[in-house]
């Protein structure tokens, strides 16, 4: 076993993360519902098919995280850092995004069901397939490759709740 790989297949969900280094760390297919990782920088992680539900990622640095498949209802997420992230398949019902950074994230086949979305840094993220039932994007910037990725359906609430970058 790679020490990277420690927390892999793990139930995390009662885990005090305060003095983990988890830049770089294979946390896939682990519980870590409700922990709290706020502030925390876990960059270059995989956190694929992970069960991160209600918990606490405000303001934490995700750059590059893979976040496949993952379970991220009703998390919060306001202010964090999500550039490069790979959330494709992640199932993001509920989630707070307020004032995230989602530069060049994969967002394709995401349900995003009643999140909020505003105040949001949405270039070049991509959207394909996207289920964005009811989701916030007041005041979010996006850029025209996000706007021909956003399902068409979805383009007149973005155009509308948004500005264009």
Known sequence: MKPSDVFRKRNLSKV????EDLIGRNLSNSNM?????QSRDI??????????????????????VKLRGSDLRNTN?????????????????GADFRGADLFYSDLRNVDLSNANL??????????????????D???????????????E????????QGKLW
């Open 16 to 19: 005090n993360f305060d003095y």
């Open 33 to 37: 519902k409700g922990v709290n990782l």
């Open 43 to 64: 960059h270059n992680a995989n956190l694929s098919i992970t069960d991160l539900s209600e918990a606490n990622l405000s303001q934490t640095i995700l750059f590059n």
């Open 77 to 93: 997420l306001s202010n964090a850092k999500l550039w490069d992230a790979e959330l494709y398949g992640a199932d993001l019902q």
């Open 118 to 135: 505003s105040g949001v840094n949405l270039r070049h993220t991509n959207f394909e397939g996207a289920i964005l039932n009811d989701t």
């Open 137 to 151: 994007f007041t005041g979010a910037n996006y850029d025209s490759h996000t706007l021909d990725t956003i399902p």
């Open 153 to 160: 359906n979805y383009r007149d609430l973005l155009k509308k």
